[in-house]
């Protein structure tokens, strides 16, 4: 293959990878945002002992909220993606230092987590907890309640 034509391809490639978080952010960020829901739930009845400790289950879903919070804020919250079916809020581009901040104690407390490399549930559960409020506390600012 000619230099050219492999650098046409390796473009659309490029396109096409990146094409499901830019054409359609609101898509991009509900996945993310399920994702983070999966991953919780998937910790809580290891926090609640109904499920046998097992640290490297626990580290590998530590890890997943880890890459699953690596975003580009800006891709996936462009102003102006507060219309059609979201529930982000207007304030998210009001005071988007605000929602940067709130962003970045969130990744904070999941690398506090994965620091912690808890060994059982009572290690687990103050830094799990320290990471779910998080959720609730943005939410409460930054999405809007339907209904
Ligand atoms: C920095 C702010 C922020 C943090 C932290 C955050 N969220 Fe969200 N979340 C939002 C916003 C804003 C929306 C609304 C997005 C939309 O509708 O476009 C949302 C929406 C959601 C949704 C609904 C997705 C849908 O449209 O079906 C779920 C589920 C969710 N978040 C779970 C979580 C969980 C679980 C956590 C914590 C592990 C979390 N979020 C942390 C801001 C945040």
């Known amino acids: 293959m000619n230099r050219m034509k492999s650098f046409v391809l390796s473009l659309s490639l ?6 499901p978080a830019s054409a359609n952010p609101l898509e991009a960020r509900e996945a993310q945002m399920k994702e983070r829901g999966r991953l919780l739930g998937s910790l809580s009845p290891i926090v609640k002992g109904e499920q046998p400790y097992d640290a490297s289950k626990v580290m590998d879903a530590l890890e997943a909220l880890a890459a699953n919070a690596d975003a ?32 970045e104690k969130y990744r904070a407390d999941i690398a506090a987590a994965i620091a912690a490399n808890p060994q059982d549930a009572a290690a687990l559960a103050p830094v799990f907890g320290g990471i779910a409020s998080n959720c609730g506390g943005c939410h409460e600012v930054f999405r809007l309640k339907r209904g």
Not at 14 to 19: D, V
């Open 14 to 19: 490029l396109a096409a990878a990146l094409s």
């Open 72 to 103: 580009d804020l800006q891709v996936l919250w462009p102003a102006g993606s507060d219309m059609g079916d979201t529930t982000a809020s207007p304030k998210i581009w009001e005071d988007f230092s605000g929602f940067h901040a709130a962003d």
